[in-house]
């Protein structure tokens, strides 16, 4: 599958997932909006409650995004599944799934949170919020087309590939891509976690600022060569302050994990200890 047609299925996923979500949010927010003692007396109560049959069904849907979910770490650890596509597009729909899927428990829970149910819902919580987080990490550190780490030797030799081409292909000497190393590097953060965090999310930007004096120089080329030299240069600098962080974005990554799958295994504990509890009560459907 292509990139772009990746990106085309992903963001129709979100768009189909986002719109379901709001349709049914929208239907029923004279009911999630009424205090908790009227919503017994409310025409869309038996439609509505966690144990509803609309209810019922938000936390199925819920349910088995997130254990689809799972797949994804199958996908991650067994060998024999790595020719089912690269591991980046897995975790693409990992976190499609992690997004979606606490939407629809929350329409489950119908907006009442509480006692055991307040437990197992902020812990899905945190494991949504610090997913998107981990998505963003994980794209900052050098990886193959098939979406395994690369070594550290490896980004130094495609460092060097880069370096080999920008010189054959577009003549660039010595010094312009020693420079050209410089500008990459004109702005590392210090050591605090959220410094390296808040240079990652608006570093692309700043450095693709300051390539543009560089872009502007070539202006009497043709329009492939100023095409070729941007692409070119703008990997080269990207891939040079990847290196020149690259042990602080693997010990980033690494305590990210430390804090995602305590919270992980907790939404799942909860979430089957939730399921036992309802159907031992026959609580919903159960028992009809």
Do not use: C
């Not at 703008?234 to 980033?252: D, G, I, Q, V």
């Not at 305590?262 to 459907?285: C, D, K, N, S």
């Amino acid at each position: 599958m292509g990139r772009s047609v990746h990106r085309t299925i992903l963001g129709s996923l979100y768009t189909i997932g986002g719109g379901v979500f709001l349709y049914f949010l929208v239907r029923g927010w004279d009911y999630y909006a009424a205090p908790l003692v009227q919503r017994p007396r409310h025409p869309m109560y038996w439609s509505l409650k966690p144990g509803g049959e609309s209810g019922i069904v938000f936390g199925l849907v819920g349910t088995m995004m997130m254990i689809v979910m799972l797949l994804y770490s199958l996908r991650k650890r067994f060998r024999p599944l790595r020719h089912l596509g690269p591991i980046g597009v897995w975790l693409d729909y990992h976190i499609l799934l992690g997004v979606l899927g606490p939407l629809f428990v929350l329409l489950h829970s119908s907006f009442k949170v509480g006692g055991l149910v307040a437990l197992s819902f902020w812990s899905m919580v945190a494991v949504a919020l610090s997913g998107i987080l981990g998505r963003f990490i994980y794209r900052q550190i050098p990886r193959s087309s098939a979406g395994d780490e690369l070594t550290l030797a490896e980004v130094e030799a495609e460092d060097r590939e880069l370096s080999g081409r920008l010189s054959a292909e577009l003549g660039l000497s010595t010094e312009e891509i020693s420079a050209l190393d410089v500008v990459a590097l004109e702005h590392i953060p210090d050591g605090s976690a959220l410094a390296l965090l808040g240079s990652l999310l608006v570093g692309p930007f700043l450095l693709r600022r300051r390539l543009r004096r560089l872009w502007r120089e070539q202006s009497g080329h043709d329009r492939r060569f100023r095409r070729d030299f941007q692409n070119l240069t703008e990997r080269k600098a990207m891939l040079h302050l990847r290196l020149a962080l690259w042990e602080r974005l693997r010990r980033l990554f690494h305590y990210w994990h430390v804090f995602h799958k305590p919270f992980a295994l907790l939404m799942y504990l909860f979430m089957a200890v939730h399921i036992g509890v309802a159907l031992m009560t026959g609580y919903g459907w159960v028992g009809r």
